[in-house]
Nanobody, 117 residues
Framework: VQLVESGGGLVQPGGSLRLSCAAS????????MSWARQAPGKGLEWVSG???????YYADSVKGRFTISRDNAKNTVYLQMNSLKPEDTAVYYC????????????WGQGTQVTVSS
């Protein structure tokens, strides 16, 4: 299993970023996927998840601002992040999950998102 995140960077408050996670080594189309993040000095926080049927779920902290999606033809899961806030600053990871959306199996290396003026 390999997961490679990209798309992070520095953005001003109110700005947008789209993260991508390219997956390989497993049957992506039948797998649930999640995004999680870890802010400096804090624990891991589940952000969003998407099941193989396309149903999506979000943490309250990002609901209405973030959108998760998947492209099974490209074996890629995305996280569109709008109206970014300084408290969204974190390393963002994609992960395969089993059972619940916060029951992680495999992780990517993460991508840094910094929201600052």
């Amino acid at each position: 299993v390999q997961l490679v995140e990209s798309g992070g960077g520095l953005v001003q408050p109110g700005g947008s970023l789209r993260l991508s996670c390219a997956a390989s080594g497993f049957t992506f189309s039948s797998s649930a996927m999640s995004w999680a993040r870890q802010a400096p000095g804090k624990g891991l926080e589940w952000v969003s998840g998407i099941y193989s049927d396309g149903s999506t779920y979000y943490a309250d902290s990002v609901k209405g601002r973030f959108t998760i999606s998947r492209d099974n033809a490209k074996n890629t899961v995305y996280l569109q992040m709008n109206s970014l806030k300084p408290e969204d600053t974190a390393v963002y990871y994609c992960a395969t999950v089993s059972g619940g959306l916060d029951e992680y199996d495999y992780w990517g290396q993460g991508t840094q998102v910094t929201v600052s003026s």
